[in-house]
């Protein structure tokens, strides 16, 4: 069993910044695959950023040159710089790891961009 456990959430006026970390109970130094996902009230979840095959990186057309998602395997952890945020960034953000055949899900950080 692996645990991820996301932070850095909060509250931010537009055009604010803020970092969220996603810490693995367990080394991800051999994980190729993860990303970040979220959730806004009323809408379907939606993946932000991913890292796929290692050194693969994809964003959402919405977030492209405003979000950067980053691995530090000394750590265990990978991140999600969010930078001129938007209100309509608002949502609960996931972070998730495939760890062999089995994808493992954060419990989720809210993150409000309001003025």
């Known amino acids: 069993q692996v645990q991820l456990v996301e932070s850095g959430g909060g509250l931010v006026q537009p055009g604010g910044s803020l970092r969220l970390s996603c810490a693995a109970s367990r080394s991800i130094f051999s994980i190729n695959t993860m990303g970040w996902y979220r959730r806004a009230p009323g809408n379907q979840r939606e993946r932000v950023a991913g890292?796929?095959?290692?050194?693969?990186?994809i964003y959402a057309d919405s977030v492209k040159g405003r979000f950067t998602i980053s691995r530090d395997n000394a750590k265990n952890t990978v991140y999600l710089q969010m930078n001129s945020l938007k209100p309509e960034d608002t949502a609960v953000y996931y972070c998730?790891?495939?760890?062999?055949?089995?994808?493992?899900w954060g419990q989720g950080t809210q993150v409000t961009v309001s003025s």
């Open positions: 998730n790891m495939e760890f062999g055949l089995t994808t493992y």
């Open positions: 890292i796929f095959g290692g050194d693969r990186i």
